[in-house]
């Protein structure tokens, strides 16, 4: 499984120290490469490491050359970050091609459904009436594609996920096991005491090249449709209300939430776990801190944070305690301070 | 795909003010709504809506006619949120009816099953001992259904859902994709460092008219049951501990979880991602923000919060840091008032 | 489905007081419990429930066998919370046995998959290239295994489980329906506002005795593996990082989250819904209360906690609005202070 210095570079890039020839056996986090292994040191605050790791060859930016050299062989890059993000790619291409296209004969096919050149589809996967997959679309065991779902050129469904009826996923796209897109929005009419079900009758759009975490849910529109934009990354347990609006190359961390007709903005973080209550709008460059909850619209870019910090039992218990004084204290200090300005003017020295 | 205004009102009731013969191509939120599009206006102060709209028709409540009628064409409901729910129900319908009963043949069905009239069966279903499918009951593709579940009549479950052993639902229920109910509860007693297993040996009961989100959790009891009341619903990704009872018609949003033991009363609504601690009791009629933590019991009807409000990060941090210190400085507040107070006592112009 | 009371005490020990041929016909908590029900009362402050339970026989321990004794058949045993859990194993295995080995013929199974003796393979699973499945191993119904995964004697694999390629399990794990092992973890570097793929070559390895609960999901490693360690118990809708690792019988309860590259120490405790940011390390013996959120190392033992109070609505709007103030509030409470002071310090008489 290893590679030659040698073809990593010629295939990637950047400029190679050291012999063509030296193999490289694996990829490493430089804290605990070994040796034969490749590992990169990104920023200068991280020099240090350059000195104690065992790795064989490191990726460094031009910053950091000499200091790289001084110890071995590596390979310079303006952005050493990004080219191992490449590399992997590479790597991964190198040690595990994608398959050779396969229908497989356990598959449920609707006889309506479209199969563009060079599609998998796997064991018991179910491919339901008018669904259409572009060519080198690769569609997993137990996939299920509800009728009139399509799917773009080269986007990858792993194992068991679910699309529902008519929704649309685009090109390069890569849906992971147990993610469900197009289950019903939570929509309901309160009357006498009981909830009257309003039917969501749009679907899910999904541009190119976006990623879809396991088990995350995106719920259909009501009436219009809930839209990821290109390029968007959604890791797992996430939860996208119906009518959702995210924009491009936004990013989501694990167990985020969205309610539904919030609009979020392009090139937007969202940490872990942080929620967007519904019918917000979040501005283009917004990025919410992990755990923070967005209760009003934030309509210019920066960075938001809000939720509790932790500390030892006893002090959160006596802390909590005390918070739920807080109006009432701030009410008692502005008596006290108003006594104190009153003292003081009737009398100098008070 | 067009349906004429007359035939909408016949269906489903108001007082019709337009044309009968007046096409509707589609059910639109009123912001969006283009010609040949239904929306609706529910209170009066989304009474300005009215002039700006491009909706061909819309339903409204009586103290609108008069400004409805100054535009065009509408239909006057006491009630027009329930008339919009009952109307996308009847579209619904008229688009795309509930398919023909069929069992598929690649469905896995233990000959102890037992299915009622008109039950559907979807591709690579698997049906154990002893299941019993009421009349009209729908199990699509990839549904599990341990040994000894009932499902009532009329009860919908999306593909992949799974019921585990002796679950019981009733009629007219619709499960989402990936829903897990009947998984076991989490318990386990510790001993010398490690934990051993309390076998959840309880099932679970739903009743009539639950909804149930993609994703979502509903564990089986330790002993007892855990039940789900009628008319439930419950959205996306919800963790229902072992042995919690949700009454009636309570309504919880994305992302809730209740933990084991817990008693939630009838008619409540539990926010997106608001959490309830084990084995507390929530009287009927309690409304729970999102992303609250429900710690103690709430046992008088009202609306219950707590969540850290969102800030810009600066402010947040040294709001954070401060609120560590807040039991410190509810002391010295207490300090300084007492001290004014003697100053003042000993000393009528301090 | 009744047993004699002595049967039990055979099987289990402890000291029965009461009729061998008492005949046991439910498990039940003593509060609910009903003639004909063995339950069981753990400690003293519970002592009260003796008197007013109505089953026929209880586990006490040796401190209440006196109270117990006096109102009917009990049996003692110096930890009767441990008695009980194996009480439920013992249960499980008369009421419902472990169901003879059988590859059911609709499994997809690839001719390189190794299956050890007495492996049971439900319907529609699929197993994958080099899959190996130690003796015993059970294989639920939709279970899908990827290439080269492994998994141990006597491990127990529910409906609908997805292993990744690669993925190890140890012996006797219980995996619950839905949960995801083995997916990619989250992973991208920033390049030109847009988001270049790390491809995650790693992979999750499980050691003996683990439980993970549905729609759980734990991420494969970037470089490394993410590793959950002997004994370790996980609850539903968890989400765990790339490259993780949990310590030995450390327990998470329903909707954690630990993200990428967190390290958790051995015998610790993460509640509900807490959640511990990336690249963090807890201590052995840390417990984390439901809710909070570790934004920071402990490397300490002992019991850490922050999350928002609940209040009524309105108590809560005017608390949080003040919390915006508290940085600002501590600031006025020290210049208070500071005239006061002065004050004092000027005139001893203020």
Known sequence: MSRPLGEIVDALGGTRHGSPDLLIERLAPVATAEQGDLAFVAQARYASQIETTAASVLIVPPALQAQALARGACIVSDD???????LTQWWRRQHDPAPTPFIDPSASIHPSA??????????FAVIGADVHLDRGARVGAHVVLGAGARVGQDTVLHPRVTIGERCVLGERCTVHPGAVIGADGFGFAPHAGEWVKIEQLGTV?????VDIGANTCIDRGALGDTVIEDGVKLDNLIQIGHNVRVGKHTAMAGCAAVAGSATIGAHC?????ASVLGHLTLADGVNVSALSVVTRSLLKPGHYTGFFPIDDNASWEKNAASLKQLNRMRERLKAVEQAMEHALKNNSTP
Chains 1, 2, 3 share one sequence.
């Open 80 to 86: 050493p970050y990004l080219y191992f993000a490449r």
């Open 114 to 123: 479209h199969l563009g050149e060079g599609v998998s589809v796997g064991p």
């Open 205 to 209: 759009r999904i541009g190119n090249d």
């Open 269 to 273: 973080t969202i940490g872990g776990r």
